[in-house]
C-alpha cells in the first residue's frame, strides 16, 4: 500500500526549515527519501532502517519511527537548490525480496 | 560510468501500436525495477526483475510485458498502447535484494499515446 506523505506541497524562502512526513499502515523495515527536480529522474537521499534511526546529511535529516510506522525528513535552513519534489519510499519485507513503495510526493518550492 | 540509461527519452504513439522501452546498467546490479509516473500519483512499480531469469508483477502491470535480456537490460513492451498508458517511464536498478540498497533511476521516457 501506498505511503502517506504530507503536506502535498510546501512553499518557503531561503533560511526557513520545513518537515516532510511519510507514514504507513504497515509495519516497516526501512524507508527511503528521494528528490526530484522537474523534468529529471529521482535522486537518492538517505536509507532509513527499523530501530529509530535518524541520519543526516547536511542540512537535510530523517527519523524513523518504526513503532508508529512514521518518518520525517527535516529541511534545515533551506537554500534555493533544495526545491523539487521530495519522495518516500517504503519497504514492508526484511527477508526474502522486497520492493520499494513510493508515496505521491511532497512539492518543495524554497524562494529568494 | 553511465549508470542506468534509459531509450527513447521521447515516444508519441497511436492508440494500438506497439513499442519497447529500453534500459540497461553498467553498475552490475542484480534488481530492476519499471515505474511510471504520473501526475499527483508518485511512481508506481509495474515490473521487476529480482535478478536475472526472472520477473515479477508490480501494482500496475496490466497493458505491459517485461524482459530481461540479460544482467545489465530490462525492458518493457507495450503490445498496444492506450491513452491511459501516456505517461513518464523510468527504469531503475539496484545491488540486490538486500533492503538497505538504494535506487538508481535512468532520465525516463516520456511517452504519450493519442
Known amino acids: 500500500q501506498q505511503p502517506v506523505q504530507s503536506p502535498q506541497a510546501v512553499i518557503l524562502r531561503e533560511g526557513e526549515d520545513a518537515v516532510i512526513n511519510c507514514s504507513s499502515s504497515k509495519a516497516l523495515y526501512s524507508v527511503h527519501w528521494y528528490r526530484q527536480k522537474h523534468g529529471e529522474a529521482p535522486v537518492f537521499l538517505m536509507i532509513l532502517l527499523k530501530g529509530g534511526e535518524q541520519k543526516g546529511h547536511d542540512k537535510i535529516s530523517a527519523s524513523f519511527n518504526e513503532k508508529k510506522q512514521q518518518s520525517s525528513l527535516y529541511l534545515t535552513a533551506s537554500q534555493l537548490s533544495y526545491s523539487g519534489t521530495y519522495f518516500c519510499g517504503t519497504e514492508i519485507h526484511d527477508s526474502g525480496y522486497s520492493t520499494l513503495t513510493f508515496g505521491k510526493g511532497t512539492m518543495l518550492l524554497v524562494s529568494p | 560510468n553511465a549508470g542506468v540509461t534509459q531509450t527513447p527519452k521521447f515516444q508519441v504513439l497511436k492508440t494500438g501500436q506497439s513499442m519497447t522501452l529500453q534500459c540497461a546498467q553498467d553498475?552490475?546490479?542484480?534488481?530492476m525495477y519499471w515505474y511510471r509516473q504520473d501526475p499527483g500519483m508518485g511512481l508506481r512499480l509495474i515490473y521487476y526483475s529480482a535478478s536475472e531469469g526472472t520477473t515479477d508483477k508490480g501494482e500496475v502491470p496490466n497493458g505491459y510485458n517485461v524482459s530481461r535480456l540479460n544482467k545489465r537490460e530490462f525492458s518493457l513492451r507495450l503490445e498496444s498502447a492506450a491513452p491511459s498508458q501516456t505517461s513518464v517511464y523510468f527504469c531503475?536498478?539496484?545491488?540486490?535484494?538486500?533492503?538497505?540498497?538504494?535506487?538508481?533511476f535512468g532520465s525516463g521516457t516520456q511517452l504519450s499515446v493519442l
Open positions: 553498475m552490475n546490479h542484480n534488481s
Open positions: 531503475a536498478s539496484r545491488i540486490g535484494q538486500a533492503t538497505r540498497e538504494k535506487l538508481f
